[in-house]
C-alpha cells in the first residue's frame, strides 16, 4: 500500500465500540482516515453524498455493524452491494452476532468478509488489526474506481 491516507468508512452505532476500533485502525502501518455513522440511514446518505455528507470521501474499505438503528445493516449491504460504484468496496461485516444465520445471510448479500467482534477489548483491537493487515496491507483495492 501507498503512503496515501486511506479511507475506512466505519458503521456503528455503539460508542464504546467506536473508540476501541479506531484505537487498533490508527496502531496500522497504513495512515487512515476513519468516517463513523451511526446509523444505516446516515451510512447510506454518506456513501450517496447526501445531505449533510455531499462532500464525503469514497471509503476504500467498510466496517459495518448489523444491528444498527433506522435500517439494519443486511438492508445497508444489499443496498451497497447493488450499486455500480458502491458494489466494489469491499464491506467487512464487524458485528457481535455468532448466529450461522446471519453468517450465511450476509454473505449471501456479497459481505466480503464476517467477523464476529469480542467483548473483550484486547480481542476486539486484535480483530480489527487482524482484519486492516489484510485489507488494507495485504489485499489490493480497487482505489481507481473509487475516486468517482
Not at 455503539?14 to 446516515?42: C, F, M, W, Y
Not at 467482534?117 to 480497487?142: G, H, N, Y
Amino acid at each position: 500500500m501507498n503512503d496515501e491516507m486511506l479511507e475506512i468508512l466505519l458503521i456503528e452505532d455503539n460508542a464504546g465500540d467506536v473508540r476501541l476500533i479506531a484505537e487498533a485502525l490508527g496502531q496500522g502501518k497504513t495512515p487512515i482516515h476513519l468516517s463513523v455513522v451511526g446509523d444505516g440511514e446516515a451510512a447510506l446518505q454518506f456513501l450517496h453524498r447526501q445531505g449533510q455528507y455531499s462532500s464525503a470521501p469514497r471509503p476504500a474499505l467498510i466496517l459495518l455493524d448489523l444491528n444498527l438503528p433506522r435500517k439494519d445493516g443486511r438492508e445497508v449491504l444489499a443496498e451497497i452491494k447493488r450499486d455500480r460504484v458502491l458494489g466494489c468496496i469491499p464491506v467487512v461485516v464487524l458485528t457481535g452476532s455468532e448466529a450461522p444465520e446471519d453468517i450465511l445471510k450476509t454473505y449471501d448479500l456479497s459481505a466480503n468478509c464476517y467477523v464476529s467482534k469480542s467483548a473483550d477489548p484486547e480481542r476486539l483491537s486484535r480483530l480489527v488489526q487482524a482484519t486492516e493487515d489484510f485489507w488494507i496491507e495485504t489485499a489490493r483495492l480497487p482505489l481507481s474506481h473509487l475516486k468517482r
